[in-house]
């Protein structure tokens, strides 16, 4: 509070500012300001950091904080200190991976303030929809079963963007009807039998999607898929930093970007390590599971998506202030609608893997639950519910810390109800946090 | 009594030709309701022309008319000499008129760039030109002087109104404009601030902008003011150079329609009324 309040009153005097005059914007600089625009050394980075974090805008940094505290805990307490074995690290990024794209699809539409309470069973639609079509009597190739189940829920997305900006509708009681709606749909669809398997050995394609999430990549592939990725990343971040320092603009200094791309090099590495240790008790079992790349890419795609493109800048708009989107010439109405399309799209993603994970689809599947869930993460993360603030990035780490909780405490014997006890608490936490935020710097 | 003619117009405007927009005879009615009736209102380039009057008078319909969002029923529009229609606040932009509305339209969790840019940003084939719009915010607030905010990419919800204030007129010269409406843009904010923002409009004159500004602070009025423009129940009561005004006889006109306090006050007496 009182690092925002001191930068509200100090500048305003105008005296001051003339006698100052100073032609470049950034001289005064070490404030509440991202650090990587004020600061030409990596001290001052550091320190403008500092600041930055003890001011309330603290980024990923605190859903860091509780990822590591809940390992460190879990590891602790768990016996054996199984927890932060590499098998369980695999694991647990498996099933953390549902909640991971769920949360990203729920990110979306927190973005603008509006929430898709019918995430979990669009989901269960769209992974449905793609396993009828490797069944033994059409049995077609997997990629376009995976395609007509997400072209399925891209339009049940774009009903719900429509009804809710033509008829002006809220979100909330759309989607709960849609909640309803789906639920029933779903039923239907399993039919008699209540479930659409996909654990055929028999059957390619079959084969091929339960393959997304339970087999992995030779593990010499997944070190040359990691040089490709971090040459890839390492040249664009290269790129960007030092074509902001030629052309005069404030920039992180050399050290930071070097750091940036060690840090990304050296994550990349330690998770591919673990990844190959062999984890198979009879059999050796070893490489990266072909989800983790495929979450990442959907990470990487959204993350452009918004914060690289037009469309995106217009989604935080129109979250921040849609009367303001309005005047500047934005079309609120498809921002909105898009923005549904794209939640429902990235809600068939994680039908699509829950299928491959459990090996098809039953009426047991909880959409209530997995939606709770898809919230939390996000919101744990650090996107805001009340719109405007929400990174795809958020998706992924809160719903790690998610996926932690659950895994933690099966680990450790506990039943489902104290998962869901532990869930709460993080995620009242985690709404706290955002409310505290909110009210310390939104209060101009 | 010192209503509107091109006569009565000060040698300093009659030496250029015609002022940047020229309204004449603009009525427009609600229903019933005549919120404008016969309005000639002159807004030259490089002048700062204050808008006066109680609520009700007509000032935001006016505006509005100007800014393309109302229909006038009658009276003409001319923009450089030439009748234009302005249609929407489409056509208004293409003029290069921009307004500043009471309210910013800022978005709060977008920085000062975002911002500004809101609606026209630059791209690079499919990605944002984040480099290029930073270069050319920076130079167009370097060149208004807003030199107190600290980066140009902080969040615009941790600036000050002031800040906030100059970040949307910023955002509303940045796009070759020659006339900027500013709507109550000191209502909301405390002293220095208020000197910081009359700084500002000062500065958009000298770069030969013509400003119009809705205000009901006198005080700001005869501090930036080059010309007052009065209107009373819809029309149009007193235009003309400050030099004709003092703050008794702007009421006057503002509350009756009319002045009985005669000539001009003596070069000085203006000064005492300041503050």
């Known amino acids: 509070m009182t690092g925002i309040d001191d930068l509200?009153?100090?500048?305003?005097?105008?005296?001051?500012?003339?006698?100052?005059?100073?032609?470049?914007?950034?001289?005064?600089?070490?404030?509440?300001v991202p650090p990587a625009l004020v600061a030409q050394s990596m001290s001052q980075y550091m320190r403008a950091w500092t600041v930055r974090v003890r001011g309330g805008d603290a980024g990923v940094l605190p859903v860091v904080l509780a990822l590591v505290g809940v390992s460190l805990v879990l590891q602790i307490v768990s016996p054996r200190g199984l927890f932060l074995s590499p098998g369980n690290l695999v694991n647990l990024f498996i099933q953390s991976s549902v909640f991971i794209v769920l949360a990203m699809s729920e990110g979306f539409v927190l973005l603008l303030g509006d929430i898709d309470l019918s995430v979990g069973y669009v989901a269960a639609i769209g992974g449905i929809i793609a396993g009828e079509f490797v069944q033994p009597g059409l049995n077609w190739p997997w990629w376009i079963a995976i395609i007509i189940g997400l072209a399925v829920t891209c339009v049940i997305g774009l009903i719900y963007g429509l009804i809710i900006t033509r008829l002006r509708l809220p979100a909330f009681v759309v989607t709960l009807a849609g909640f309803l709606f789906y639920f029933g749909v779903m039923i239907i669809l399993l039919g008699a039998g209540g479930s659409v398997p996909i654990s055929s050995t028999i059957l390619v394609n079959q084969e091929f999607l339960y393959g997304i999430v339970n087999t992995n990549i030779p593990p010499t592939f997944g070190w040359i898929g990691l040089a490709v990725i971090v040459v890839i990343l390492g040249a664009t971040i290269w790129l960007r930093d030092a074509g902001r320092r030629r052309s005069g603009l404030v920039a992180p200094p050399v050290g930071l970007t070097v750091a940036k791309i060690a840090f990304l090099a050296g994550a990349g590495v330690v998770v591919v390590a673990i990844c190959n240790v062999n984890r198979g008790t009879f059999l050796p079992i070893a490489g990266v599971p072909w989800v983790l790349p495929i979450v990442l890419a959907v990470l990487g795609a959204w993350t452009i998506l918004l914060e690289r493109t037009q469309f995106g800048r217009h989604m935080y708009a129109v979250g921040?202030?849609?009367?303001?989107?309005?005047?500047?010439?934005?079309?609120?109405?498809?921002?909105?609608?898009?923005?549904?399309v794209l939640c429902s799209l990235t809600a068939g993603i994680g039908g699509v893997i829950y299928l491959s994970w459990q090996g098809g689809i039953s009426t047991n599947i909880n959409g209530g639950q997995l939606v709770l869930y898809a919230v939390a993460a996000a919101v744990i993360g650090g996107t805001s519910l009340f719109g405007g603030r929400g990174r795809a990035i958020h998706g992924l780490l809160g719903g790690l810390v998610i996926g932690a909780i659950y895994n933690g405490l099966y680990l450790l014997g506990l039943a489902i109800q104290w998962q869901l006890i532990a869930t709460g608490l993080v995620l009242l936490a985690a709404v706290a946090v955002d409310?505290?935020?909110?009210r310390g710097s939104a209060g101009a | 009594m010192t209503v509107s003619a091109s006569a009565s117009e000060p040698a300093s405007l009659a030496a250029t030709s015609d002022p940047l927009l020229k309204l004449r005879g603009i009525s427009k009615h609600f229903g019933a309701v005549q919120a404008l009736y016969q309005v000639d209102l002159d807004l030259p380039a490089g002048q700062v022309t204050a808008l006066c009057g109680d609520n009700g008078a007509g000032k935001s319909c006016l505006t509005k008319t100007i800014a393309g969002i109302y229909q006038p029923d009658e009276g003409e529009i001319f923009w450089e000499g030439r009748q234009v229609h302005v249609r929407s606040p489409k056509d208004a932009a293409g003029l290069g008129i921009e307004t500043v509305y009471q309210d910013l339209a800022l978005a709060d969790n977008l920085d000062i760039v975002q911002n500004m840019f809101l609606g026209r940003e630059r791209k690079t084939r499919v990605f944002l030109d984040e480099d290029d719009m930073e270069k050319a915010a920076a130079e167009t607030l370097a060149g208004l002087r807003v030199t107190t905010v600290r980066s140009i990419r902080q969040p615009v919800a941790t600036l000050s109104g002031g800040q906030r204030q100059a970040v949307a007129v910023a955002k509303a010269v940045m796009w070759n404009s020659k006339l900027v409406l500013l709507d109550e843009p000191t209502a909301a904010l405390g002293v220095a601030q208020t000197a910081m923002v009359l700084e500002l409009i000062r500065r958009l004159k000298d770069h030969g902008l013509a400003v119009m500004v809705i205000s009901h602070n006198l005080n700001d009025v005869f501090e930036v003011a080059d010309r007052i423009a009065v209107l009373r129940l819809g029309r149009m009561v007193a235009q003309d150079d400050i030099s004709a005004f003092d703050r008794e006889t702007v009421v006057?006109?503002?509350?009756?329609?009319?002045?009985?306090?005669?000539?001009?006050?003596?070069?000085?007496?203006?000064?005492?009324?300041?503050?």
Do not use: C, H, W
């Not at chain 1, 509200?8 to 509440?32: F, H, I, Q, S």
């Not at chain 2, 006057?252 to 503050?275: H, I, L």
């Open chain 1, 320 to 340: 921040g202030n849609a009367e303001a989107a309005r005047r500047a010439g934005i079309s609120v109405n498809n921002v909105r609608t898009i923005a549904f």
């Open chain 1, 8 to 32: 509200r009153d100090k500048p305003d005097d105008p005296l001051a500012a003339e006698v100052e005059a100073a032609p470049d914007l950034t001289a005064a600089a070490v404030d509440v």
């Open chain 1, 435 to 438: 409310s505290l935020y909110r």
């Open chain 2, 252 to 275: 006057d006109f503002m509350t009756s329609g009319e002045s009985s306090r005669g000539q001009a006050p003596a070069p000085g007496a203006q000064k005492a009324v300041e503050r």
